[in-house]
Every structure is written in structure tokens, then in C-alpha cells.
């Protein structure tokens, strides 16, 4: 009968079994010392002979120099952990890409404006077209309220 025990049932075992050794101990006493013997070497073969039960989702563990390296780790573990960096760098120069873009077309809308408009690029740069531009913003801004 092939069953996995849940941890929890092997400290109950263990501790079932602790239980029974000392009881089986505690009567060693009164036996001759052959049959003593003889109670020795069968449960050390019965300790040598028990059963092994492999834990599921253990993965053996290698410390060297502070740090861990799980054993039989494979290239597709390596690569497993490769792919994450490689899509956040493609999403990285994904968005870098679309921020130029935006910008680069932002700054277009303003000189086509610029080049289109009534007036000539150098009004612009006029100190007295500025105040006229204040005062023409003020003015608008007390008739709304």
C-alpha cells in the first residue's frame, strides 16, 4: 500500500513510536541480559529497515559560501528565470519608445501651430507681446466671473 503521509502524521508517528520504545525500555530491566541483547540488534535492524517517506515538493538544498543552490536545477530553471528580466526590459524600452513618440508629436502640434498662426514666430519672443498677452488673460479671466 503506496500512501503519503501529511507531516503533521509523521510527528504523530514518530511520536507514537518514541512512546513505544520507552515503554518496550522501561521493561528492558527484568530480561536476561542474552534476550537484552537479542531485543538490541532486532530494533536496530527495524530502525535500519524502516521506511523512508520521500516529502513531496522538497528540493535538495546546497549552501556554499552563504549562498543557496538548489541540486538539479536544469536549463529550463535558468531560463525560467531569464524571461522575466527579458520582458521587463522589452517593456521598458516599449515605454521609453511611446514617450518619445508622444513627445516628438506634441512638440510638432506646437510649431505647426506656431508656423500656421497670423502671427510671426519672432512676436513670440517681443517682451511688450507678452504683457499684452497678461493683460488680454486678466481681462478675460474678471469678465467670466
Known amino acids: 500500500m503506496n500512501t503519503t503521509l501529511s507531516p503533521s502524521s509523521v510527528v504523530t508517528e514518530d511520536q507514537f513510536g518514541h512512546r513505544l520504545a520507552a515503554r ?5 530491566l527484568e530480561l536476561s541480559h542474552e534476550v537484552g541483547e537479542r531485543l538490541r540488534v532486532a530494533r536496530a535492524q527495524a530502525v535500519a529497515r524502516r521506511k523512508v517517506v520521500r516529502q ?49 508629436n ?9 508656423l500656421t498662426d497670423d502671427l510671426p514666430p519672432a512676436a513670440y ?3 511688450g507681446f507678452a ?15
Open 24 to 28: 518496550l525500555s522501561a521493561g528492558n
Open 56 to 104: 513531496l515538493g522538497m528540493t535538495p538544498v546546497a549552501v556554499s559560501g552563504g549562498r543557496a543552490a538548489t541540486l538539479g536545477a536544469g536549463w529550463w530553471t535558468r531560463i525560467g528565470s531569464v524571461i522575466p528580466l527579458v520582458a521587463l526590459a522589452a517593456g521598458l524600452v516599449a515605454i521609453s519608445v511611446m514617450q518619445d513618440d508622444s513627445r516628438t
Open 106 to 114: 506634441e512638440l510638432a502640434e506646437i510649431d505647426s501651430a506656431l
Open 125 to 127: 519672443t517681443d517682451p
Open 131 to 145: 504683457q499684452f498677452l497678461k493683460a488680454t488673460d486678466a481681462m478675460s479671466e474678471s469678465s467670466e466671473h
